[in-house]
């Protein structure tokens, strides 16, 4: 990561479609990532936007935590 800012979400893995969630973040936020070790890396800072789009899809306020 080479003291550059990204973004990491943890414990997705049991989304089935978990390639297709990265692949829209990656073009929502407009930033590269990947998903790699059962996490999902953004570069750039983009918590704020992550936790919008996880809210959107489904998931509840409470069940994300912001580090």
Known sequence: RRNK???????LEDVSNIKEIVRD??????????????????????VKKVKEYLIN????????DVI
Do not use: A, P, W
């Open 5 to 11: 800012v990204v973004t990491i979400i943890q414990g």
């Open 25 to 46: 973040m990656k073009h929502k936020f407009s930033c590269g990532g990947t998903f790699k070790n059962g996490e999902i890396i953004l570069q750039g800072d983009h």
């Open 57 to 64: 899809l489904g998931y509840r306020e409470d069940q994300i």
